[in-house]
């Protein structure tokens, strides 16, 4: 049995909830979204990628906690995110063992609560032939759980997904911070959770030549792996330019994040969601005066 989503009696705040991706860096952002549980606080719209879309359906559900303990308890499960998962199955993030047996079975996901949410819920992924980003609107945890697989699903180590006609993987390919879209929702507050420290510079894919392999059916989202250093880069540089201006409030990790993609270390996951709560609880002050503003 669940008890009640943390939603319940909440008045929504008139914000958008931007999530930015990362994996296991998803800790980070996992900490923020259990302070913004414990003080009721929920916006009206969230949109996630990757480790933020998984983050942002508990939160979305109202389950504090959640994306934390799972996390912690099966980072060293093979079955849940790992190299030899990609070996024995043809996906690193293991999705029997995540999106049915775990949510299903061991640590049961409330798809009623999800359902019946006030909050939107936009989850990102990748569009293999068109190279573009697909926004789809999350009603149903379980009948559009292909969409939440799509958005986690890491180039070389996953599977295409296939959903109405779509050939879908990561959505941190073409759109790894969804703040432009959240402002075409014409909402006027932004609160964006990122999962690296200011000063970060993502680097050119090593893997380019293996890449260029797998997805040769597919030029344009090669075009999109192939320059997203830059466009990760420009991305961050124009958001670090809206929080000056006070247009956005960005919540970020304040130091350098050392946890891996695939990280099994228990006690380090747990210090990066501590910091993830940290860093929301110092911010919430300053959060109540942008969103007054």
Not at 151 to 170: F, H, Y
Not at 184 to 212: C, D, E, F, W
Not at 275 to 281: K, M, T
Request: proline share 5%; hydrophobic share 40%.
């Amino acid at each position: 049995m669940h008890g009640a989503p943390a939603w319940e009696g909440a008045t929504l705040a008139h914000a958008n909830l931007v999530l930015e991706g990362g994996a296991m860096r998803g800790q980070f952002t996992a900490g923020v979204l259990d302070f913004f549980m414990d003080q009721k606080f929920f916006c009206e719209y969230v949109v996630g990628v990757s480790a933020g879309a998984l983050c942002g359906g508990n939160y979305v559900a109202g389950a504090p906690g959640r994306s934390s303990l799972i996390n912690v308890k099966y980072a060293a499960d093979n079955r849940y995110l790992s190299m030899q998962s990609f070996v024995r199955t043809g996906n690193a993030y293991g999705r029997e063992f995540a999106f049915h047996e775990i949510p299903d079975v061991l640590d049961p996901f409330d798809y009623e609560a999800f359902r019946r949410s006030p909050i939107r819920f936009e989850a990102v992924s990748t569009n293999l032939e068109t190279g573009e980003a697909d926004y789809h609107e999350m009603h149903d945890y379980h009948d559009d759980l292909p969409y939440l697989i799509a958005s986690s699903s890491m180039p070389l180590v996953s599977q295409i997904v296939e959903a109405d006609g779509k050939l879908l993987l990561d959505g941190g390919t073409s759109d790894s911070v969804p703040l432009l879209h959240s402002m075409l929702t014409g909402a006027s507050k932004h609160i964006v959770v990122l999962t690296q420290a200011a000063g970060y510079k993502k680097k050119p894919n090593k893997l380019m030549a293996l890449m260029r392999q797998r997805y040769a059916d597919y030029p344009y989202y090669l075009d999109r792996l192939q320059y997203r250093h830059y466009e990760y880069n420009r991305l961050y540089r124009w958001i670090e330019r809206e929080q000056a201006a006070g247009r956005i409030f960005v919540i970020r990790p304040p130091e350098p994040v050392t946890v891996s993609s695939m990280e099994h270390d228990a006690d380090k996951l747990l210090a990066l969601y501590e910091q993830g709560l940290a860093a929301a609880a110092q911010a919430w002050p300053k959060l109540q005066e942008y969103l007054a503003g």
